[in-house]
């Protein structure tokens, strides 16, 4: 499965985008897709995950009422809307292919996230 981000760009504090993950390859729908971004010395972290059908979901609770994740099977793509932004929701957001419904695991189960895409820039500014 390969992955491509995109719709990241700079944003006022308070101000939304929305992020898209376009998949390609087959059997998108037996894979969770996961968001996790990135700041510079600093670990990555998992921010959202959708589950195959999109009835599991799981945010961090740093986005939690924030972040919204959708997924559409048909056209093998994941969504992350993003609202009221903040300054320290700035860094790379990478989304990421497993296997099974590891979602409420995302950060444990990080290595087991096999297909990852390039990365879109998100930043906030004050």
């Known amino acids: 499965l390969q992955l491509v981000e995109s719709g990241g760009g700079l944003v006022q504090a308070g101000g939304s985008l929305r992020l898209s993950c376009a998949a390609s390859?087959?059997?998108?729908?037996?894979?969770?897709i996961g968001w996790f971004r990135q700041v510079p010395g600093k670990e990555r972290e998992g921010a959202s995950c959708?589950?195959?059908?999109?009835?599991?979901?799981f945010y961090a609770d740093s986005v939690k009422g924030r972040f919204t994740v959708s997924r559409d099977n048909i056209k093998n793509t994941v969504d992350l809307q993003m609202n009221s932004l903040k300054p320290e929701d700035t860094g790379v957001y990478y989304c990421?292919?497993?296997?099974?419904?590891?979602?409420?695991?995302?950060?444990?189960?990080?290595?087991?996230?096999?297909?990852w895409g390039q990365g879109t820039q998100v930043t906030v500014s004050s």
């Open positions: 959708i589950g195959r059908s999109g009835d599991i979901t």
């Open positions: 990421a292919a497993v296997l099974g419904n590891p979602c409420l695991y995302m950060n444990e189960y990080q290595s087991f996230f096999t297909s």
């Open positions: 390859g087959s059997d998108f729908d037996r894979y969770a």
